[in-house]
């Protein structure tokens, strides 16, 4: 039996991602508009627009932090459209499904490669602008440690999403539109829920993976519930990942 | 036979996975209902700590002695999204609150909406609900009245909230029940200058003429306001007339002293004998802070009554100077008009107008630890211990002080503002060497009084005049004990910011004075705990300002009253350069994080492929070889 090895898939994952030019330039990308939509726009959403770092003019994150859900939603679905459809397209789907391992090893190790990605993108980009912040001011840096833990943690719960939406389908264009789509409802449900009724609009917030980021991680506060959230939302995501998979060795 | 069997096997599977998937969706929406109700751990990782309960409001909780019976007005069914997470975010934190003593509380919930009873409770406490508000301020919302506001019981004590507030939740709950715990509220005497703003113009000069000097007139109506949320505030009048400072005085404000009688200066004393506390202000220039002008009135605290009372503590402010500040100066506006041309409104450094920052306040003691920049105007320095010997068994503890680049100046009769005159003055203050001058401290211990042996100063009459009934001594209300008074060398620090019209007064930097003020109440009532309950605000963290720095680096502040054309047009040409330095400065610290992310990633993408590509010749073999070294082991 296979048991559970998983960083063989996962180091697959990675050195495929780092053959192709498409990862340098997404990371690049990325290291580039976070700081640049931090440092000048601000995050001109919401009730309460928030000013860009010079305009605000105080030594801190938090904006940057603000953009993280949105950004994420539209770079995760591209990273990672192609995890399953496009092993399917190709046809080594079947040949990948015959290794024997469990199919939980090979979602979970295709889910590590993508978050490690995706993680090192996202502390890329976020330590090089803590840097330049930390040059211009008093930063706290336990505040960006902890946002940078519950970033992995966004990080972690959209990978997920994304693989179960690409194990779905086998266009890769799909996938991705789908898996956009799906996380960019989830970031703008707490922009929304002021034109629904209380208890609806409470559970709406709790719904979103943005409340539970923002109102803990981004201010420096681990709260228990906000990892279990993102805990679950993965878990369940790669569990339906696996059933997919699982499900197509019966057709 | 067997392939329909087969089928339906794997349909059966394939319901199973579905299943399965529509279990693991209920036992994500489960789990996080169970971890939102259950899982309430959280630790705040911030340098500021905001967002945890603070160790006061934790000290608070912790002298609970009794039942507090909270009453919570309402509505639970809020149809508007934004109202109802705010509810919800308050009543959050009210259970945290409640969970850390859940044995002294008894929290009733009362929906207004739902029950009359509960309506008229709520209404005739003076609560309202926030229909108006919430319309206004979500832009929309259904517009029915949403109830939030609680009353706290104990001990036949009653304290209300009535609009709880997201963000500052704790703060308003922990003051309204050390509000309760408290056995009485402390009482605040003030004493020596209007506290209100005067009915009729004052007779400051120029005030009839312009509206201005009259509105900018420094009086402590904000003070007053702050102070009177928690304590017994009483004006203290009467005190020439034979009146002792009353009882239940805790702490008495003394500003502008110079002028006070014989016979008030001797009922402070007696009050100080006895354990009152003071906060004395020594101010002699009277500034018109919106025109930027001061006008010295001299009433030499050196020969009045208080002044030999303050020397005879051992204190002593150096009325004859004031204090001028080349790094702590303060931005302001001020009036440019050269002859036959009409006056300019400018902005100009005043090195008169001190703004201290975190550096210049104390961290010995809490009333200072904590506070954010506290303005100065033209303020006295107060004599060093070496040049005002301590008497026996009073000790010292400086408060506030200016930086080094501090200068005494005489105090002229009228005190210009004009930025010319300012820099031409700072110059020539200059060539003497700058040192740190103290403008607060405070003196603690057992105070020697000159009438302990001698009779008391007669009373004065109705006429100001010395009645016959002089010299009757004041009944003592207890042993001689020890006390505290705070000096410091300024009164504007605790003028209101705005003036009556709402024009700006103090820059919004310049606020920490009145927290400073409630802080030292606190301090010298001995009630620490609001000091820690006040202080949890965000720590300002300024940037860097490059342009500022290049700007003064270029000397461009620094106008000389009788510049040429081409000394200006030299100064536009540093402003100029000043400018563009400052943005490649700004650029430079910007880009060279990200260029060094960049750099790291190119660099690992070439050591990466140049590793890889001796593998790429045969990927298959290697993945293979992966995958089968997997499954062997």
Known sequence: ?251 | MAFPLAHASKRALRWNALLSLLLLVGIAVVGNLLAARHLRVRTDFSEDGLNSISDATRSILGRIEDRVTVRLFATEDVEDGQLALRTARIRNQLDEILQIRPDVFELQSLDPTRSSEAQRNAADVGFRPMRGRASAMDGGGSGDPVWLSMEMTYRERTERIATPRPFEFETQFASALHGLLADRRPGIGWIGANIDPPAQPSGQPGAQENPLVANANPTYRYLRIALERRAKFEPLVGLETGRAVPDDIDVAFVMHPGGLPERTVYALDRFVQRGGRLVVCVDDPSYNALLGTATFQPRDLKTSPFGRLLRGWGIAVHTERHLWDGEYKSVRNGVVGFRGQSPQLVQVNSPMVITVPDAGLSDAVSPTRGVERVQFSWAHPIVPEALQPLPPGVEREDLVWTSLDARLDEISSQLSSDPNDLRNRMTYLRQKPGSKHVIGAAFSGLFPSPWDDGAPPPILGPDGKPSSAAGKELPSTGPKSRSQVVVFGDADWLRDPWSPEGKPIVGFGGLGGLVLAENLVDWLTLDEELIGLRSRAPKPRPLRDFLTEEMQAAGVFERDPFETTYERLERDRNSDRARKLASGKQWITMLMPAGGALLVLALFGVFWNLVQRPRRNDVGRAEGSDLDGGNRG
């Open chain 1, 1 to 251: 039996m296979g048991g559970i090895k998983v960083f063989p898939f996962a180091r697959r994952e990675l050195r495929s991602a780092f053959e192709s030019p498409v990862a340098y330039v997404a990371i690049a990308l990325f290291v580039v508009v976070l700081p640049a939509l931090f440092f000048f726009l601000g995050y001109p959403v919401g009730r309460v627009p928030l000013p860009g770092l010079w305009e605000g003019g105080q030594a801190s994150l938090i904006v940057l932090f603000h953009w993280l859900p949105l950004l994420l939603a539209l770079v995760v679905p591209a990273l990672t459209m192609g995890a399953w459809s496009e092993e399917r397209r190709s046809g080594t789907e079947e040949l990948l499904l015959t290794y024997p391992v469990r199919t939980g090893a090979i979602v979970l190790g295709k889910f590590l490669g993508a978050w490690i990605l995706t993680l090192l993108m996202v502390s890329l980009a976020v330590l090089s602008a803590a840097l330049t912040v930390d040059q211009l001011g008093d930063l706290d840096w336990n505040t960006v440690w902890v946002g940078l833990a519950g970033a992995s943690l966004l990080v972690a719960a959209y990978v997920g999403i994304s693989q179960f939406v690409s194990s779905l389908s086998s266009e890769q264009l799909v996938a991705f539109l789908v898996s956009a789509l799906l996380l960019g409802l989830f970031w703008a449900l707490p922009l929304f829920v002021r034109i629904f009724p209380g208890d609806v609009a409470s559970t709406l917030n709790a719904t979103s993976p943005t409340t539970h980021f923002l109102g803990a991680f981004a201010h420096g506060v681990i709260d228990l519930r906000d990892v279990a959230y993102f805990a679950l939302i993965t878990v369940v995501s790669l569990a339906g990942s696996t059933l997919s998979i699982e499900s197509r060795r019966w057709r």
